[in-house]
């Protein structure tokens, strides 16, 4: 706007957007403003174009209010009071009709610097999404308009048992209760209308479905009534139906994942009215996988609110009789199968809650960024910011960590970590380990403090923030696998994962990502173990198995790399871990942990626990540094170690197969891919393609792409080309000449001639004799700590107090 115009203008020139908001609120009889104050939008617009000032006579712009002829409206309109540098700089627009005619004078975004013509410069753009704030309360979730949302706030404290959690010891005389459903039961508890199969995700809203929220629980009848009161209707929550079929015994049905008409896996619900001498018995009848955790020891969580209150104890392991079996109502089409187990609640009249993991919910998240937003020294490091919206608008934050760099050179040469979670809303267990490291990471350890000199993290804690708001266990509102559409086109359809993979496109484009890892949780494996990527390069043969070694290395009582594998199969292709290594990230991990313990070293036979998960997020930290430590001896012992199991695991298989071989010559050249069995044990899904609605829409895509002759991104380029055997090395081949992924060249990324301090810590030296007998699980020796000499990045210790003397941050990434 023109300077000397501004002042004047600034409470006369009504917004088109609030014209708009006084039309739609007088029409539904909100707004008893006078007619006569409500300008016609088209009207308004159109004197906007010539004369921002002019003022609609009529009460609704009638045509014959307007002046067809500019200049003569001009005249007419522009008030005489006006001083004589006002009337120099409408004479200077005038000149030039054509410029008054362009549509960019409309805009308000628009700033003039000089009087004698128009050269326009744009206002600082405002942020087009909000970001935490801490003058505001946190953003209240928005639920599909079909979700019912009850009012209460629920919180669960963290607390760590002092004592070992078991696993249950089956007996062998375990009951297998008969289904009996509605028809000899009484349904207690049950949601109405469920969105599922062949329905799709339209809109939402915060607080969900509009009117009164219902009374779903049945009615005591006085106080002996001892029926439970279930409840799930809140964040995370997940449970449909609950059945009364004896005085303490309830079967339930979960609730499938939104718009789709299967993934039952995660329950989270509340029951209240409880009694504490009786012996309860749950079974879950809807259960779709044939194999559990549940089978093998894992025993469900209880939250006890009066244990939480009174003696500050958390969610625990409870239960008895644990039985994991098929369900003997077979309709004909898919099987499914029970989960029943007994318990004693540990006190009358409690309020408690079953879960199926410890929950973390996107309110959870939201507390913990805004307590990293208010910290003043995590702030000058961790900048926070909003990758997109989800389907139901939902922020989908993005974290920056990184320690200010001094020159613009220095930021350059860092290189990128990408980690992200919660893509598959049920597995939480991804939220833990990610709390843990960024607890570490965000700490003034001097690790800490080295990793964010020498690293850009670009870190995303919830990918799918609407899946784990409503409680679904693997989908997204758009009813599907996020984790199987990696390379789609629909960005409205999936806008989570599209911006990710353009973020981490942009951000190969600036500097080298040396690890990308995405967090999840497994409900069939104990432990915790990596999914990779075989690199056929020879350059870099078996480099992607070091990091997991390590990793093992560093946690042997929770990692096991025996459970690791590194094939990459057809139908994984479109996962975040295969589409980022096509993408030319050579260790692109999928890191998996359990949902039940640990069956390693001195936790054997364990449940984790929530420390043990985020004691997780430290060892990744660690082992980032020992992978990256310019004395190459811990690299160099692992790959040694790696080949000799490999020759040993090729011996296996060649006598399983009644074959001798000499490996003596060039048997580095068999494809691992041959050798390794697939990953169809691990906890994942088929892609069920798109629904019909968003296939439309992508083939339209597809075919306005070959119309127009648009050269497609080559990330892209799966979705309608031919495939090509070669094309995964595409990306890779192409950096082998100028930037080598080998981390005997992590001595690039470390600022020039800077004073560091050494750390040193305890290691191990890893045996590397290629005649040495190792055990058949491949594991490292149990409850051995890593014994390699540590020497790490030098580096200059400093206080956090020196932090805040440093310049703004010279990093220029996406976005």
């Avoid at 993979?501 to 990596?530: A, P, Q, T, W």
């Avoid at 093992?552 to 929770?558: G, I, M, Q, R, V």
């Avoid at 050579?586 to 998960?613: A, P, V």
Wanted: proline share 6%; glycine share 6%; with cysteine.
């Amino acid at each position: 706007m023109f300077p000397a115009l501004e002042t004047h203008l600034k409470q006369t020139i009504p917004d088109p957007y609030e014209d708009f908001m006084y039309r739609h609120l007088q029409y539904y009889g909100y707004f008893k403003a006078q007619r006569g104050s409500l300008p016609n939008s088209a009207t308004h617009q159109h004197v906007r174009k010539n004369n921002p000032q002019y003022l609609l006579n009529g009460s609704l712009g009638e045509k014959d209010d307007l002046i067809p002829d500019t200049l003569q409206k001009e005249k007419l309109l522009w008030p005489t009071s006006l001083s004589s540098a006002v009337h120099r700089q409408i004479e200077a627009i005038n000149r030039d009709s054509h410029m008054l005619s362009l549509p960019h004078l409309r805009s308000r975004q628009l700033l003039y610097d000089e009087l004698d013509e128009v050269n326009p410069r744009l206002r600082e753009p405002q942020e087009l999404f909000s970001i935490l704030s801490t003058k505001r309360p946190l953003q209240a979730p928005r639920w599909p308009i079909e979700c019912e949302v009850i009012k209460e706030n629920i919180h669960h404290i963290e607390w760590a048992p002092p004592q070992p959690e078991y696993f249950y010891q089956p007996k062998g005389n375990e009951k297998v209760p008969e289904i009996v459903g509605e028809k000899k039961g009484t349904v207690v508890y049950q949601l109405d209308s469920v969105p599922t199969e062949g329905s799709y995700f339209t809109s939402s809203r915060v607080g969900g479905k509009r009117g009164i929220i219902k009374e779903l629980a049945v009615t005591l009848q006085g106080p002996e009534d001892n029926t439970l009161l279930f409840e799930s209707r809140f964040e995370s929550g997940n449970l449909q139906k609950a059945v009364r079929v004896d005085t303490y015994e309830y079967e339930l049905t979960l609730r499938t994942d939104l718009y789709t008409d299967k993934h039952t896996q995660w329950f989270y619900f509340r029951v209240q009215n409880t009694r504490k001498d009786a012996t309860y018995r749950f079974t879950i009848v809807n259960l779709l996988k044939p194999k559990s955790l549940y089978t093998i020891g894992m025993k469900p969580l209880l939250y006890s609110q009066l244990d939480a209150n009174t003696r500050n104890i958390g969610w625990r392991r409870e239960g008895n009789e644990i039985k994991y079996y098929k369900n003997n109502m077979d309709d004909g089409q898919q099987p499914f199968y029970c989960l029943t187990w007994t318990i004693q609640f540990p006190y009358d009249q409690d309020t408690c809650f079953f879960a199926h993991f410890y929950p973390y919910t996107y309110t959870d998240l939201q507390c913990y960024l805004l307590s990293v937003a208010n910290n003043p020294i995590q702030s000058q490091f961790c900048k926070l910011q909003t990758l997109c919206r989800s389907l139901a608008g939902n922020t989908v934050y993005l974290l920056t960590i990184t320690n200010p760099s001094q020159t613009p050179q220095e930021a350059a040469a860092k290189k990128a970590v990408v980690l992200s979670a919660r893509v598959h809303p049920g597995e939480s267990n991804g939220s833990w380990v990610m709390k843990g490291f960024l607890d570490f990471i965000l700490s003034n350890s001097p690790d800490a403090q080295l990793l964010r000199d020498i690293f850009v993290f670009k870190v995303l804690p919830m990918l799918n923030p609407d899946g784990v708001i409503v409680g679904n266990y693997r989908c997204s509102l758009a009813g599907r696998d996020l984790n199987r559409h990696y390379k789609t086109i629909l960005k409205e359809s999936f806008p989570c994962i599209w911006y990710t993979r353009n973020m981490i496109k942009r951000l190969l484009e600036e500097r080298e990502v040396l690890l990308y890892c995405d967090f999840h949780g497994h409900s069939r494996k104990n432990n915790i173990f990596l999914y990779g990527c075989n690199n056929n390069n020879r350059k870099y043969w078996l480099h992607e198995r070091v990091f997991p070694l390590m990793l093992s290395k560093n946690a042997p009582d929770k990692f096991s790399f025996h459970s690791c594998n590194f094939k990459v199969q057809k139908c994984k292709e479109g996962t975040g871990r295969v589409v980022m290594w096509q993408m030319g990230i050579l260790n692109s991990y999928t890191m998996e942990s359990t949902f039940g313990g640990s069956t390693l070293g001195s936790k054997r036979d364990t449940h984790f626990t929530i420390e043990d998960l985020k004691s997780l997020g430290y060892h990744v930290c660690d082992t980032l540094l020992d992978f990256c430590d310019p004395d190459q001896t811990k690299f160099t012992q692992c790959l040694a170690e790696l080949k000799e199991l490999l020759r040993q695991e090729i011996h296996k298989k060649f006598h399983e197969l009644g074959q001798d071989v000499d490996l003596e010559g060039s048997w580095s050249d068999i494809s691992l891919s041959d050798i390794e069995s697939s990953t169809n044990g691990s906890d994942s899904s088929l892609s069920d393609g798109l629904p019909v609605h968003l296939a439309n829409i992508a083939d339209e895509t597809n075919l306005n792409r070959r119309d127009k002759d648009t050269p497609l991104d080559p990330s892209m380029a799966t979705l309608i080309l031919p495939k090509n055997k070669g094309r995964m090395q595409t990306n890779l081949n192409r950096r082998d000449k100028d930037t080598p992924l080998d981390p005997s060249m992590a001595t690039l990324i470390l600022p020039k001639n800077k004073e560091r301090m050494q750390n040193k810590k305890p290691g191990f030296t890893v045996s590397c004799s290629p005649k040495r007998t190792i055990n058949s699980s491949q594991e490292p020796a149990p409850g051995m700590k890593p014994n390699w000499p540590r020497s790490r990045y030098p580096a200059t210790k400093r206080g956090c107090a020196a932090m805040a003397a440093y310049p703004s941050l010279h990093i220029y990434t996406y976005p």
